[in-house]
């Protein structure tokens, strides 16, 4: 079962920047399947603390009120996620903002620049969107909170890429998992195994970079 392992020493040093040194070996759990899984809810604080409703429910809502986790949905599908990455995504969003806007200041200078960049430029459109997901893959998708072994989360990505080209902010929502994490556990060696690629090979920090399956 899942955080049966030791703790390793990055994570210790995680759990320190984000919290200090006051953090109980509850919530130690908690935050590191919070970063791991993408969001945690009672369920899963039961399944692996040994926690029951009551207990699970007080340690999760004193980490909100620490201000280390968000708490999203509502009754049976009440669950956290941490704020790290909540400010994560909102910093992206703002970055991509600030982005475009530059795009037009610098808009002027791209023809001076020689072909290959207004080439670039023509590409600064989002991958083609639209298709309707197919239900088979829809099924896969997994519930906030519930954790998939290594094996099963790539297939599903895999899966999901051959279905079109997304992004990782897209993959961590279809997926209910930190944006960092999925890009440094999985999106990352995925590609240095050849099982997905870039849309934009050219342009690795392309702003609508996404995945595909080669």
Known sequence: MFLHHLLTEEDYAWLKALAGDAVSADEAKILIYARETGAVDNTACRDFSGLDTLQASNVLRRLRDRGLLNKQGAGNRTHYVLVEA?????????????????LGQEGGNLEQKGGNLGQEGDNLQPPEKGRTMPEALARRLPEAGRNLKTPELRALIKDLCQWQALRTDELAQYLHRDKKYLRTKHLTPMVQAGDLVFLYPESPNHKWQAYVVP
């Open 86 to 102: 909540t400010m994560n995504q909102l910093a992206m969003t703002d970055l991509f903002s600030q982005e475009g806007g530059n």
